[in-house]
């Protein structure tokens, strides 16, 4: 028999399943069985035996009757599979195993039908007091057209559906089916603040025109200033406004008599750079010297010595006219003014 065959037979198993009165372990197949005290036995064990109570074993299938009641596993609940358990002990065991987790199942969907069924019931209940509250607004409305001013007049004793104002956004939300028609409730508009003119007559006009009049004459009678007279020119005095620093006169000499005693020649300062790197001091001072009368370089640490040159010149205030020119300086050079650091005195405790 394979195995699919004994699953089924097992499954349609309703009693307890026999055990052998040898080896005391359970029988699935055929047995030998006693005719009096009705004990089964395994075949082998059955030939082992031969008798139970004087009276030789009859070969039967045990469970072959069969009750309309639900497939009881009793005996196998509480068995444990061990070595010498059969495969259809094993089998056994996994289809009780299923089968309660069928059960649960079937409980857990019992339980969500349960509370579906509730949930509807609510939602039934609510659909209900919503129809009748429409109603009952449908109703209050109709009366506050007919009444007039009922929207502005309410009673101390009126229900709290009586007291629901039209214009609030509750009753302006509510909408309901009418005779097969949706009524709607319109929000009604703001009354705008109409301005109040006050008449006057014609007396009460003159008699303000007649106070405004003689109010301007005591003005003018009273209230001007008096008159001054213009001062004389002889009086006027003129103020200048007073220098902060006075200047002083520079006075330079030209008497040049005395070689000795003569003073030296100023000289402005350029900042000479993009030459080359190999240019030197000589090279650059005797360039100037057809250009300029005298002429005073000095080398700068450029900041990438490698790539380009810088130099200071001095050159004769006298002739910073001819250092304007750009034919007095070599091509592609760049000049500027240089321009002296202020250096910080050290001070001295």
Not at 25 to 31: H, L, N
Not at 92 to 98: A, G
Not at 146 to 173: K, W, Y
Request: aromatic share 4%; with cysteine.
């Amino acid at each position: 028999m394979s195995a699919s065959k004994q699953i089924d037979t097992i499954s349609s198993l309703q009693v307890d399943i026999p055990q052998c009165g040898l080896c005391r372990k359970s029988i699935v197949k055929k047995c030998a069985k006693c005719q009096h005290c009705l004990k089964s036995f395994h075949p082998g064990c059955g030939l082992k035996v031969k008798k139970c109570c004087d009276i030789e074993l009859s070969m039967s299938v045990p469970n072959e009757e069969t009750t309309g009641s639900s497939p009881t596993m009793v005996s196998l609940t509480h068995r444990i599979i061990n070595k010498e358990s059969t495969q259809v002990d094993l089998l056994l065991k996994i289809i009780y195993e299923l089968e309660s987790k069928n059960n649960i199942l079937v409980e857990n969907n019992s339980l969500l039908r349960s509370k579906i069924v509730s949930l509807e019931d609510q939602i039934k209940g609510k659909g209900h007091i919503m129809k009748q509250l429409d109603k009952e607004l449908v109703t209050i409305v109709d009366d506050e057209k007919l009444i007039p001013g009922a929207d502005t007049q309410r009673n101390s004793g009126d229900s709290p559906m009586s007291t629901l104002s039209v214009c609030s956004p509750e009753a302006h939300r509510q909408t309901s089916l009418v005779k097969g028609k949706v009524s709607t409730i319109d929000l009604p508009k703001k009354n705008k603040k109409q301005k109040s003119f006050k008449k006057f007559t014609l007396a009460e006009v003159n008699q303000a025109v007649e106070s405004a009049q003689k109010a301007g004459n005591l003005n003018e009678n009273n209230g001007s200033p008096p008159k001054l007279d213009k001062p004389l020119d002889s009086e006027w005095k003129i103020v200048r406004k007073k220098s902060s620093k006075p200047r002083k006169t520079l006075v330079v000499g030209t008497d040049s008599g005395a070689a000795d005693v003569e003073g030296l020649d100023k000289f402005k300062a350029f900042h000479v750079s993009n030459l080359k790197p190999e240019t030197n001091v000589e090279s650059l001072q005797n360039f100037l010297k057809n250009k300029f009368s005298k002429v005073k370089c000095e080398k700068l640490t450029s900041r990438y010595p490698d790539s380009y040159a810088s130099y200071k010149v001095l050159i004769p205030s006298s002739e910073y006219s001819k250092a304007l020119d750009t034919s007095s300086w070599p091509n592609k050079v760049t000049v500027n003014h240089f321009f002296h650091k202020k250096t910080k005195l050290n001070r001295v405790d």
